[in-house]
Every structure is written in structure tokens, then in C-alpha cells.
């Protein structure tokens, strides 16, 4: 049988390993699609906050038909470093610097994206109203940049956390989206506050210079927002996405096995590129991970760059967890 529904290896894990997708939320883009058709027509794609790369390599494999292969572009931006994906053009860069916004209109030789996604979230505390309010910073800040590359008539899908005071979030979006639509992937968890945002129409105001410095989130605002009416409120449809025959991340499933057949381990597709906690668990084995000083700092740092230059590929290692994001993290 499966894993408990608590396992973060459930059913869209291992069809992300078997399917070779870099992580489980590639389906989560995938089933968008399907209730939404965001990839019709598109020849100009953008992917913020891209790493592992998941959502770029979904952008890869359907857009880039055999016909109109030469045609599209791809753009995947992240801090991080991502392992090359083909018809990809990865950049490292800030979201929130006006440079990475023309660096990526360059890359479409003066045009603009159709589309624009981004998969970004921060590293969560598990105090919800921080990580709600980062959450809702980031998305401002992918809207930010989305607003220098997006066309007009594009189309713009973001992770958002539902929270209490999301419906201010939503006012920002529909000032830029004439539609605006909170849709939930059957591959995200029922227990996760996480949806995504898909903005359709990209009509900014008549005016508007789009710009780095405009933070977009006005703090002056009524607190009782949810208590207006009429034209004042706004409402934002929200939808189940994917079909209800597909599975659902948090139930149990059989292994499709044949008759006496065992279960086969299958590595995943691209662990993460030197990931900051590699030190941590180097400091962990050594018992310093609490106690350690700038000098033994230092010194477990050599050893994690030694072991790294003379280890066997960390696709060798024997187990492998994933993280917050459901991006897959190989623990030796």
C-alpha cells in the first residue's frame, strides 16, 4: 500500500519520478492548463522563481512543438542556480531589480511575454500570519516585474496563501486583470492554505508606468474591507482544478505493481543544485549545528566543499525528502 497522507511522498511524488519531473508540482501547472488553456497561443513564456525548474520544464515539453519549436522562447528566472533544460533560457537574477525586467524583455528581442508564472514562495515558519504576509510580498513583487514583461492581454498565474486578509490582494490583481480567478490543483494538499491566482486579460490603467519603486500594497486602508458592498468588494471566483477522477494528494493508493513484482527506487530527476543545507547537516553530523563558532563555521564549509568536489553525484544517495514546496532534497 501507500504512504500515510502525513508522508510527503505520496501518489504525485512518485508519478513526478516516474513521469521525470523535476518535482510533484509540475501537475499542479499542468492541471491549471487543463481548466484554463493558459498555453494556447503562447510563443513568449516567463517562469519567476523557477528553481528546481519543474514549471519550466512543463513550459519546455508543451510549447515547444515540433512546428513551432523556433518560435518560442522560455525565460526562467531564480537566485539560484537550476540545472539547463532545453528551450530554456535561465537566468540568475533578482525579481525585484528593474535589470533582470529588461534582461528578460532582451531575451524577446524588444517584444513581450503571453505568459508569465510564478511557483515562488518562502521558507515557512509555520506562524501563518508571517508567512502570509511574505507570501503576499512576494506575489507583489512577481506582479511588480510581471507588469514590465507582460503584454497587454497576457496572462499571469502565482502561488497565493488564502489567507484572512487576502481579499486586499485581490483588489491589487483586479486593478491590473479585468479576470482574476483563485483556482486549487487537486495535487495540492487539502491541509495546505495554498492556491494559485490565474490573471487573464493584463489591462494595466489607463496611465500607469510600471515601475520597482511602487510597492502596490497600501497599508492605509479600511480594516473592516470586508464589510463593504456593492462595487466596493471585491469577489474573486474560486475553482477546484483537475479533473475528479485524478488523484488526490491526500488519500492512500495501491503501488501499481505487477504480481510479484518489487518496488523499484526510482532517483529523482534533478536534486537541487548545492542547497544551503548542505552545511547544516555537515554541522549536524558533527555535533556543532547549536554550538558551533565562526572558526568551526568555516572549517565544516571546506569540508562541504571538498566532499562535494570528490562525492559521487548526489543522485547516488539513499534516501530523499522534499521540501516545504514540494521540491525534492536528497539527504545522504
Known amino acids: 500500500m501507500g504512504r500515510s497522507s502525513k508522508d510527503k511522498r505520496d501518489i504525485y511524488y512518485r508519478l513526478a519520478k516516474e513521469e521525470g519531473w523535476r518535482a510533484r508540482s509540475a501537475f499542479k501547472l499542468l492541471q491549471i492548463n487543463e481548466d484554463f488553456d493558459i498555453f494556447s497561443g503562447v510563443t513568449k513564456a516567463v517562469d519567476l522563481c523557477a528553481a528546481p525548474g519543474s514549471w519550466s520544464q512543463v513550459l519546455s515539453r508543451k510549447l515547444r512543438k515540433e512546428e513551432t519549436r523556433d518560435?518560442?522562447?522560455?525565460?526562467?528566472?531564480?537566485?539560484?542556480?537550476?540545472?539547463?533544460?532545453?528551450?530554456?533560457?535561465?537566468?540568475?537574477?533578482?525579481?525585484?531589480?528593474?535589470?533582470?525586467?529588461?534582461?528578460i524583455v532582451s531575451h524577446f528581442e524588444g517584444?513581450?511575454?503571453?505568459?508569465v508564472v510564478c511557483d515562488g514562495a518562502p521558507d515557512v515558519t509555520g506562524l501563518h500570519d508571517i508567512d502570509e504576509y511574505i507570501q503576499a510580498q512576494l506575489l507583489l513583487a512577481a506582479l511588480n516585474i510581471t507588469?514590465?514583461?507582460?503584454?497587454?492581454?497576457?496572462?499571469?498565474?502565482?502561488?497565493?496563501f488564502r489567507g484572512k486578509d487576502v481579499t486586499l490582494l485581490y483588489s491589487q490583481l483586479k486593478i491590473f486583470f479585468p479576470t482574476v480567478t483563485v483556482s486549487k490543483p487537486r495535487s495540492s494538499r487539502n491541509s495546505s492554505i495554498e492556491s494559485f491566482v490565474v490573471c487573464q486579460g493584463y489591462s494595466p490603467p489607463k496611465g500607469y508606468i510600471a515601475n520597482m519603486s511602487n510597492p502596490l500594497l497600501d497599508h492605509h486602508y479600511d480594516v473592516n474591507f470586508n464589510s463593504l458592498t456593492g462595487v466596493n468588494r471585491v469577489i474573486v471566483p474560486?475553482?477546484?482544478c483537475g479533473d475528479l477522477s485524478a488523484y488526490d494528494s491526500d488519500k492512500n493508493y495501491p503501488l501499481e505493481l505487477e504480481l510479484g513484482a518489487g518496488y523499484k527506487h526510482i532517483a529523482p530527476t534533478q536534486p537541487p543544485i548545492n542547497p544551503p543545507y548542505?552545511?547544516?547537516?555537515?554541522?549536524?553530523?558533527n555535533d556543532q549545528l547549536a554550538k558551533q563558532s565562526v572558526a568551526s563555521y568555516s572549517s565544516i564549509q571546506e569540508q562541504v566543499s571538498g566532499a562535494c568536489k570528490h562525492s559521487p553525484s548526489s543522485s547516488s544517495t539513499t534516501s530523499d525528502v522534499k521540501n516545504e514546496d514540494g521540491d525534492v532534497e536528497p539527504t545522504s
Do not use: W
Open 238 to 240: 474560486f475553482l477546484a
Open 111 to 115: 517584444e513581450k511575454a503571453d505568459l
Open 278 to 285: 548542505k552545511t547544516a547537516c555537515m554541522l549536524k553530523k
Open 71 to 103: 518560435q518560442v522562447k522560455i525565460v526562467a528566472v531564480d537566485l539560484q542556480a537550476m540545472a539547463p533544460l532545453p528551450g530554456v533560457i535561465q537566468l540568475q537574477g533578482d525579481i525585484t531589480k528593474v535589470s533582470t525586467a529588461n534582461e
Open 147 to 160: 507588469t514590465h514583461v507582460l503584454k497587454s492581454g497576457g496572462t499571469f498565474v502565482a502561488k497565493i
